[in-house]
């Protein structure tokens, strides 16, 4: 798990990491959005960036289950 970290740092913003282990997590767009407080799309957009960013990554090999355990739950 440790190198799946270190290897999201290294492609995505703070940003982009908070939003999707919180998204991952369990929490809503809509609960994530009023805890920062900015809007649904934004969280929405951030996320789908960072999920398209992560799908490049698994697409190469180098990992798989981060992105399809999010993608399950949506």
């Known amino acids: 798990m440790d190198s799946i970290r270190k290897l999201m740092s290294n492609m995505l913003t703070e940003r982009e990491i908070i939003i999707f282990l919180l998204i991952d997590s369990g929490m809503s767009y809509r609960d994530l959005a009023t805890r920062l407080g900015v809007s649904h799309g934004t969280i929405q957009n951030t996320y789908e960036l960072a999920k398209q960013k992560l799908d490049r990554f698994a697409q190469a ?6 992105v399809e355990k999010v993608s399950k739950k949506q």
Request: glycine fraction near 16%; avoid cysteine.
């Open 61 to 66: 090999g180098f990992f798989s289950s981060p």
